[in-house]
Structure formats: C-alpha cells, structure tokens
C-alpha cells in the first residue's frame, strides 16, 4: 500500500514537472527585445526565436537608412506601426493602380494584397476604396471561404467630384466583409473600353485602409501619391477554440495567472485577457497583475477603502455604521436609542397604505394621460403625412373615377401593419436600391405584396399622385396589379398583387429551375413581356417608361405567364415631349450606352434592356459576370459580336436547342440584336418587337410548322385575304392589322419570293 503510494506521489511530480517545462518552453527568455524603433512589441510577437509563440507572431526589426530601426511582420516587407494586445495589429499595406492607354489597354497594371492567411482584416475599422472614373474595384480573399466584395465608382468631369466625399462620384468606399483573411487580392476594371478621361484620369486605384484614414482629393485623380495605406488585421492564437486549445497544455496560450480565453470574432483562433480586477499581458505566467482601486480618486468618498486581489470594498469609520456602500451617504453617526420616537405599528401600517393607494392613483392616470396624448400625435402626425403625401388630392381623383373598388383602395397605415405582422423582418420578399417588398395577408386573407420605399420624395406632390393614379388604372394581364396605397406613413407605401413562382432571372440562372424553362415557355414569357412593355408606352392615358427593365423585374405565376412589376424607376411621359432629361438610373448590364452618356431617357431605353432580357434568355448567361473574359463581361457586347461573328449557335443555352427550332432561334436573336443597337434610332420600337415575338409565338402552335410549306394548301391559304384582329392589352385593347400572321407568313413564304 505504501509503495502504491510513493508511485502516485512520484508520477504526480513528474507531470508536474512536465507541464512547468512546457509553460517554460512557451515564455520569452529575458534576452528578448520588447520594441523595435518607436513599436512596442508584446508577447506573444517577439523578435527572435524563443520570444514569440509561433512563427506567424515574428517580428523582424531592420535598421533604416538613417540608422534607426523599423519592424516588418515576419520576414516580408509589411511595415507594422502599431501591436495591441486588445486582438489588433495595424501594418501598412500597398495600393493597386491600372493605368491605361488611349485605346484603353492597361499597361501599368498591378494586383496588391496580404499573404497574411492566420490574421483577418478588420470588418469594423478598414473600408474597401476605389478611385478613378468608370472603375470597379474588387477584393477577394484566397483562402478560406473566399469571402469578396467591392465597388463602382463614376465621373464625368474633375468639376463634377467633391473633395472630401467618397460615396461613388471619382472616389467609392464600402465595408469589408467578416471573415476575409488578410490573404486576399484587390483587382481593377475599367467599364468604358475607350475613354475620354485619360487627360484627368489616366489610372484607378484600389486599396483598403483603416476608416477615416483616407481623405478623397480630386488631384488624386490624376497624381494619386499614397504608395502605400495603413490597415487594422485582427489577430489571433491558433485556429483551435478555447476548450480544443486547454485541452493540450503545449500549446494553450492563456497560462497567466487569473486570465481568461475568449474565441475571436473574426476568423478561427482564441485570445486571452485578463480576469475583471487585474491589467497586463495574459499571455505571460505573472501578466495579469491585480489593479488597486483605492489609489486616487477613492472610490468610496469618504468611507474606508480595502483592497483585495481582484477587487475592492468600502466600510464605514469607527462611530459610524452601515453597509459601507460607495454612494458616500451609507455611513451614518451613531446616534443614542432613546432619542428615537417609536411610531405604533398601526399608524405606519395606515401611512404607509396611503402612501401606496397615492401612488397608484397617480401612476394610473399619468399612464392614461400619457398614452391619450400619444395616440393623439400619433393621429396627427398620420393626418400630417396623409396631406403631405397628397393624400386629398388623390381620394378626390379616385372618388370621381368609375371602376373597380379593389384597383382604388387607399389602406389606413394599421392595415398595413397588420397585415405585415408589424414589418416582421420573416415577412420581407425582398430588398433593392428603392425600397423593401414584403408579404401582407389582408383581413379577408387575401395575399398582397406590399413595398416601402427607403427614400420619401417630398416635392412635386401632385406628379406623385397622379402617377398613382395612373398605375392603378393599368388592367393589363402581364402587368403585376397596383391593388392601392397607404398615404399616413412617412413615405408612401404600395400595395401590389403577389405573384407566387419568383423571378425570370431565378429560372434562367439557377440549374435546378433552368430545365424547367423550355424553349416554347421562355418565347411566350419574351411576347408577353414585351407586349406589357408596348402596352405601357403607347396604350395608356400617359405614356410610361419603366426604366428597369431585367429578368429580376419580371415575376413569373404557376402558369408561368410573365408579370412585369418594380415600376419604382418609372418615369410618366407627357404627351407632347418624346424624351426626359433625368438623373441616370437603372441595372448595370442593361443600362442602354446612349442614355448612360447623354441622360435623354425614351421609351428605345426599355427596348435595349429587352434586349439584354432576350439575350439572357437564348443564353443562360448574366446579363454582367465578373466570371467572363474582360472583353465578354458584358453580355449585351458578347452576344451581339456573336451574332455578328455567326458564333450564335456557339453561345445559346443546350437545352433550348434542337433541329427543329434552330431557325426560330436565329431569327429572335437578330431580333433582340436589332433591340440592341446603340443608336436608339435603329433601334425598332417596343411595339414592333411584340408583333415579331407574337409572329414566333402563333408560329409554334400552328400545325403548319410541321408540315411543308411547298403544298398547294399552304400555297392557296397564304394567298389568302390578311385578317384583323386585337392584342388584348388591357382595359382598352390595341388594334392591330396581322398582328403575329404577317410574321409568320413573311417566314413562310422566304422560299418563294416573288409568288
């Protein structure tokens, strides 16, 4: 028994002696240097081997020109200005520049970034900037979850910039994302090919830098004289958790003495800190040091102060009792018993349930003059923003109209809460550049799309109103319904019909669904489209430019038929002006060139971004990828070099694509060729691409197309007198003279001009 006992006793102080050499092996010797110049450096960073945890905290310490020393993380050529043991690291980080020629070939271009894969770049102190005019900025990380983001910056002249503003005119800025790794690449891509800027904006920049460190100057347009800019990495030890790390005693990083781990929240990895009471370096055997808090000011007023290791309490001086709490007013003098009046039991009883009912009585009706007064302004404030939004006015106009209750509905901004479940963040559909869709359910559990717009234009009411008035006046079936509005919020609110299928882009660009789009259904949704957008420029009271159109904007119900919604870019066009002078707005990709430069918006805009939307759909490809060669990242210049090259059979989607139809493609794709011109006067109009598209669509359900067209039935019937009939387009449909026949039987009849 006793021998068992000397061997316990021997192998508790052989581990003992164990984990005393691997706490020793993991502490910095006292020959290492604590600063490098003006840098102080803390364990676990160290100069040389033995005074760092690992090689990921060496710090190399280099002597300078001028004899004096500077430190450089690791041994590369990363400046570092600053070591804090709070988790961050601030280094100096170089600057991404593209230069161009006149023919707008890059030739000064380099790629700038960190091979820095165990720190992470702060997601809370850097931002991502790019400079120049027509430049997008990006940024990825290389490892890890690949995480990226990036930028647009626009200009058109340096008068045109705002020194100071960096929010994307000359100079754009935007948050880095959590978890990108200090390995990461920044790259720059000029979007006009041939540019007339070079005079004042020969290169772009891109580059992160610590926030409010970077000071945009419109010189720096042209003389951008940063080199390099500083950065804030998070660091931390390891890539283990704080359990996976105590677990093994080698190398567990938080050994000081009342000091804790905490993971990091940014990237893997833990840091230590030391316990509520003490200050120093955690990552140090005797770091963590206890902080004395009755050192001045005391923090007990006038009271006695009693320091402990991790804390502190107060007590009272002879003469004086109480709790010795450190309000300064708990220590009172001891005052003789009999100088006290003793008040009965039930007088205090009395006093003190009157005291109780007094304030109860109080309590109740300041709570109900409170809430009286605050549902009054409430009340006010609505009333306030019903009038502001024109609310008056349009009640008037619907008042006075005829037609159907459901398509004039002015909702109570109750309603619209209801029906949101107080704007619960589950109910949101989703969110764009003019405001959050979310999903209503109306008392009569109707479903509704309802959209709140993030900026309130408080000028030209009366324009508002009537655009409203107009929108609810469309009755067309391949356009998503205005069901009514709510005019007692902030800004106005607009209830829509739902749609139940998603979005065109969703089917076309996601493999799953892609399959489930033939050909026959991807050419009806592109007539019905285009027979709205017709409808919208010349069939209502005021014509209507939607300004967005893309595959996002074009929702799809469980038969599939196309429903044109988001009119939030719109623009009404009065009947005597043919084109508007407006701010430039609108999607990347399907933004027509000609507007872009000169900011005329026309109804030939919508029928470039048709274009585009044809395009996605012969193609399967997005309408602007990164993912692409440079020269082909924009797909309206990919493809309409591809027809023009007769590559187009090259480029279109596999699944559409059979012997049968081959023909059929071609034809739509010079026609969304033609939508594609960059002069909008060789562009046809949205009209002319419906009856085309229409043409295609009775084609495909025709029994002719199977059969030959040589008989002498096909012959006798397209020799036939051409029949009148309507595209129904709404309330007031549109007449047309062989609408869809005169294409299908100009199609027919190619073999045999001249019959």
Not at 379 to 406: D, I, P, Y
Request: with cysteine.
């Amino acid at each position: 028994m006793a021998l068992r006992e000397m061997l316990l006793q021997q192998l508790l102080l052989l581990l003992g002696l164990i984990i005393l050499a691997a706490t020793e092996a993991s502490q910095p010797n006292s020959n290492c240097e604590m600063s490098c110049g003006s840098v102080s450096i803390p364990y676990p960073f160290g100069t040389k081997e033995g005074c760092y945890h690992d090689e990921s905290f060496l710090i190399t310490c280099n002597k300078t020109e001028r004899g004096t020393s500077k430190p450089f993380l690791r041994r590369g050529n990363i400046t570092v200005l600053n070591i804090s043991l709070d988790g961050e690291l601030r280094v100096l980080t170089h600057v991404a520049h593209a230069c161009y020629n006149d023919s707008g070939i890059p030739f000064n271009k380099t790629k700038i970034g960190l091979s820095l894969s165990k720190f992470a770049v702060s997601s809370t102190k850097n931002k991502f900037t790019a400079v120049g005019c027509d430049v997008v900025g990006l940024i990825q990380g290389l490892e890890g979850r690949g995480y990226g983001t990036g930028c647009l910056s626009l200009c058109q002249s340096v008068d045109s910039v705002e020194n100071g503003s960096c929010v994307g005119i000359g100079c754009c800025q935007t948050p880095i994302p959590t978890g990108l790794t200090a390995d990461f690449s920044v790259e720059l891509t000029r979007l006009v090919s041939r540019s007339t800027k070079l005079d004042f904006n020969p290169c772009n920049y891109g580059f992160v830098v610590e926030e409010n460190m970077y000071n945009f100057s419109s010189s720096d347009l042209k003389n951008f004289m940063n080199e390099s800019v500083p950065v804030v990495l998070d660091w931390a030890v390891g890539d283990e958790t704080c359990e996976d790390a105590k677990r093994s005693s080698t190398s567990y990083a938080c050994i000081a003495n009342n000091s804790m781990c905490y993971a990091s929240n940014n990237g893997g990895g833990y840091r230590c800190n030391c316990s509520s009471g003490f200050e120093g370096n955690p990552y140090l055997v005797d770091g963590c040091k206890d902080i004395d808090e009755c050192q001045n000011p005391n923090p007990c007023y006038n009271e006695l102060c009693h320091n402990f290791d991790g804390g502190f309490n107060c007590s009272c001086p002879k003469g004086y009792e109480g709790d010795g709490m450190k309000n300064g007013t708990s220590c009172k003098l001891l005052v003789s018993q009999s100088k006290i009046t003793i008040i009965g039991q039930s007088k205090i009883t009395i006093i003190a349930l009157c005291i109780s009912v007094g304030f109860l009585v109080l309590f109740v009706g300041s709570s109900w003059i409170y809430w009286g007064l605050k549902k009054r302004k409430l009340n006010k404030l609505r009333e306030k923003f019903f009038q502001q939004n024109g609310g008056l006015l349009l009640q008037q106009k619907l008042s006075n109209r005829r037609g159907s209750v459901e398509t004039s509905k002015i909702y109570s901004a109750d309603e619209i809460k209801k029906a949101t479940n107080n704007y619960d963040e589950s109910r949101v559909l989703g969110q764009g550049g003019y405001g959050i869709v979310y999903k209503g359910i109306l008392p009569d559990n109707k479903v509704v799309a309802i959209k709140k717009s993030k900026i309130g234009n408080q000028i030209q009411i009366e324009q508002f109103v009537n655009e409203i008035n107009v929108l609810t006046q469309i009755n067309h079936r391949n356009v998503v319904k205005l069901l009514g509005c709510c005019l007692e919020t902030e800004v106005p609110l607009l209830v829509y019909e739902f749609i139940t299928k998603g979005t065109l882009s969703d089917h076309i660009h996601d493999k799953s669904l892609s399959s489930l789009l033939s050909w026959e259904k991807r050419l009806k949704i592109a007539a019905e489209t285009a027979g709205a957008l017709a409808y919208l420029h010349s069939a209502t009271s005021v014509p209507i430019i939607h300004r967005d159109v893309k595959t996002a904007n074009i929702l799809l119900d469980d038969n599939f038929t196309a429903k044109v919604s988001d009119f939030g870019a719109s623009r009404l066009v009065p009947l005597d002006q043919t084109q508007l002078n407006t701010l430039v707005q609108g999607t990347f990709g399907y933004l027509d060139p000609e507007y872009f430069h000169t900011s005329q918006l026309t109804e030939k805009s919508d029928v470039y971004s048709f274009g585009v939307v044809l395009a996605e759909l012969l193609t399967g490809k997005m309408a602007l990828s990164f993912d692409r060669p440079e020269i082909d990242r924009n797909l309206a210049m990919y493809f309409v070099s591809a027809v023009k090259d007769d590559r187009l059979v090259q480029i279109l989607e596999d699944s559409i694509v059979n012997e049968g139809n081959i023909e059929e493609l071609k034809e739509v794709a010079i026609l969304a060729k033609r939508c594609l011109k960059v002069t909008s006067e060789d562009r046809p109009s949205m009209k002319e691409v419906a009856m085309e598209l229409e043409g295609f669509v009775i084609m495909e359900k025709h029994p002719w197309r199977n059969t030959s067209v040589y008989t002498e039935e096909t012959e006798f019937l397209l020799s036939a007198p051409t029949q009148s009939f309507s595209v129904d387009v709404g309330p007031s449909s549109v007449s047309s003279t062989s609408i869809g026949y005169d294409s299908m039987r100009n199609k027919v009849l190619k073999p045999h001009d001249g019959r």
